[in-house]
């Protein structure tokens, strides 16, 4: 790498264990309060979730699939690569393997409350719906410029999770999905980050 190339690289801003946990915690915190002062004051119902052993087995699957596409992006296309790492390395890189369980449940829950729970039944329920949470929700993940290619698969994430939400009517399939997606993405780039380190 140039000394110009390293210039343009974007510098990570580095975080410490407890900072990261705590914006996990105030993130989700907030999702969930808006989630609910949304609900109070509207005259729609939060999308049902009900525990359904084949719902619950297919988010399972659900988030395997986008897991697995999220690794074949990864592989395959250098600028997400690049702008993964920039995201993964800032909020991954001062965790230990146990954290990644709070990574996995905080946001698959608030998340998953505010941009499907909420937001698909306020707007229709329909395609417009799921579009717009899906970009509200890739607006989520936006922290500058060189981010864009980790925004735009974090849409076509939501569109994913938005429409299992949609097609089931079944809220537990994208809280499901987006735990699993998480908790393992995460510990892989975890562990692939370790072994570099090691050779």
């Keep these: 790498m140039t000394q ?25 915190i907030i999702l969930w309060s808006i989630s609910k002062v949304w609900l109070r004051f509207s005259n729609f119902s939060l999308l049902s979730w009900h525990w359904q052993e084949r719902e619950l087995l297919m988010g399972v699957g659900l988030g395997l699939t986008i897991t697995g596409m999220s690794g074949l992006a990864y592989q395959l296309f250098p600028p997400y690569r690049r702008s993964a790492n920039y995201y993964l390395d800032m909020v991954l890189k001062p965790l230990i393997l146990p954290d990644l369980i709070w990574l996995g449940l905080l946001p698959g829950l608030s998340e998953e409350l505010l941009f499907r729970g909420v937001m698909l039944p306020a707007f229709g329920l329909g395609h417009l719906a799921v579009i717009f949470s899906s970009l509200c ?14 925004v735009i698969w974090a849409t076509i994430v939501g569109l994913i999770l938005g429409y299992s939400a949609l097609l089931t009517g079944n809220l537990l399939v994208p809280i499901v999905a987006h735990i699993v997606t998480n908790l393992i993405s995460s510990y892989l780039w975890k562990i692939a980050q370790s072994s570099a380190i090691k050779n």
């Design 137 to 150: 929700f890739g607006v989520l993940h936006f922290s500058g410029s060189q981010q864009l290619p980790y």
């Design 4 to 28: 110009q190339q390293k210039k343009q690289e974007p510098e990570i801003p580095y975080l410490t264990r407890t900072q990261v946990l705590v914006a996990m915690g105030v993130t989700a």
